[in-house]
């Protein structure tokens, strides 16, 4: 089986406050600590025994996973098994960097995200440039607001060049074609971002490739269709496996967009959809048909 899997445990806390995400300063119990760690080092432990299987892991938390251990020991675990082509999380990157030298840098990836206000600039440029010292693969990018726009293109300037940053459409923000222009400016591939796509009846990967799982194991098709397809750990989720169109109007999170076969985006991506990379990046010059 050749399978990708968005994993989300009970995880909901995260060390910045910005005012655009609703799980900003959140804290979690130390009850809801140990069930996210133990959900997390059961799913690891499911992906470690599936030896016959391709697969490719992208964490996606709520909450900032980084900043605990069982987070960081899952992705060094995961990156040295050769079953695993890829294995990747999102994260603000407000974490140490040094337990990276442990993993295996040719599996293992970042999708970064710098938020204004919540992290000095220079110490977020600064593990930029650790990481990329290191030889670890990793994208950055930021929220489209107008007030990060002069620290996008101040980051875009100073990031390593080989340094993918991407832009985010912000969400129930509509813009203009100047100010779409001036994102795609430093993000070449932001027309992708700035409206919805329709998805409506049309064919996606999610629920034949591509698995959303939760902390108890429900396999949905991803994060955005609550229609349980059986649970990752006695299997039944297999059979339900299958190409299918998707059930929702549109589609506008580029974890869910990024599988719709409409689009040429594992073209776009490809070798680095899970950590948003861009292939033959700086080359960045396919943007959407009209």
Not at 30 to 56: H, K, M, S, Y
Not at 210 to 217: A, E, L, T, W
Not at 225 to 251: H, K, M
Request: charged residues 25%; positive net charge.
């Amino acid at each position: 089986m050749d399978l990708t899997l968005l994993y989300r445990g009970p995880l909901a806390s995260c060390d910045f406050d910005c005012p655009y995400c609703p799980f900003a300063k959140r804290r979690d119990s130390p009850d809801r600590l140990r069930a996210d760690r133990a959900a997390l080092e059961r799913f690891t432990g499911w992906v470690a025994e599936q030896r016959g299987d391709r697969l490719r892991v992208l964490f996606t938390p709520w909450g900032e996973g980084l900043v605990r251990s069982w987070y960081r020991r899952a992705l060094v675990e995961l990156s040295r098994l050769p079953h695993v082509e890829r294995v990747a999380i999102q994260t603000n990157l407000s974490c140490r960097t040094d337990w990276l030298a442990e993993a295996d840098r040719d599996t293992v990836a970042l999708w970064c995200t710098y938020h204004p206000g919540q992290t000095p600039y220079d110490r977020f440029l600064g593990k930029c440039r650790d990481l990329a010292g290191r030889g670890v693969r990793f994208s950055v990018g930021v929220v489209g607001l107008p007030a990060h726009r002069e620290e996008a293109r101040r980051l875009r300037a100073e990031l390593p060049p080989h340094v993918y940053l991407w832009v985010n459409a912000a969400e129930g923000h509509a813009y203009t074609d100047a100010e779409a222009g001036a994102w795609a400016e430093i993000d070449p591939l932001f027309p992708y971002s700035r409206h919805p796509h329709r998805s409506g009846g049309l064919p996606c990967r999610t629920g034949e490739s591509v698995v959303s799982v939760d902390g108890g194991g429900t396999v949905r098709r991803c994060h955005f269709v609550r229609a349980e397809l059986g649970n990752l750990y006695d299997g039944s989720y297999r059979a339900a496996l299958r190409p299918r169109a998707c059930p929702l109007a549109v589609c506008d999170c580029h974890i869910g967009y990024v599988h719709l076969e409409t689009l040429p985006l594992y073209d776009v991506f490809a070798g680095g959809v899970l950590e948003r990379i861009p292939a033959g990046f700086p080359a960045v010059s396919r943007t959407p048909g009209a």
